[in-house]
Nanobody
Framework: QVQLVESGGGLVQPGGSLRLSCAASGSIFSIGAMGWYRQAPGKERELVAHITYGGSTNYADSVKGRFTISRDNAKNTVYLQMNNLKPEDTAAYYC???????????????WGQGTQVTVSS
């Protein structure tokens, strides 16, 4: 079985910064694309940032220039550095990953449990 565990959320004032982490554990051969999504109350879940195994990235227009996604393949971990946070960034943030199992080499898509980010003065 595979688990994605997020950490790093919390309460921050507008203009502040947070760094989210998502670590994958279990019987993993490799991890392909990884991403961060967010969902605010009453809204649909949306893509925030995406990164391939090789490090190619793309971002939602609303976070370009403020957020940076990165990964450490040796640690099966993806990060989201969030700077200049705004109240509209308030949401539950979810990690997503395409994981290939070590034994079967079958690939499945996984979600983390989510971590809350609240931007408020």
């Amino acid at each position: 079985q595979v688990q994605l565990v997020e950490s790093g959320g919390g309460l921050v004032q507008p203009g502040g910064s947070l760094r989210l982490s998502c670590a994958a554990s279990g019987s993993i051969f490799s991890i392909g694309a990884m991403g961060w999504y967010r969902q605010a109350p009453g809204k649909e879940r949306e893509l925030v940032a995406h990164i391939t195994y090789g490090g190619s990235t793309n971002y939602a227009d609303s976070v370009k220039g403020r957020f940076t996604i990165s990964r450490d393949n040796a640690k099966n971990t993806v990060y989201l550095q969030m700077n200049n946070l705004k109240p509209e960034d308030t949401a539950a943030y979810y990690c997503n990953a395409d994981v290939t199992y070590a034994v079967s080499r079958y690939t499945n898509n996984y979600w983390g449990q989510g971590t809350q980010v609240t931007v408020s003065s």
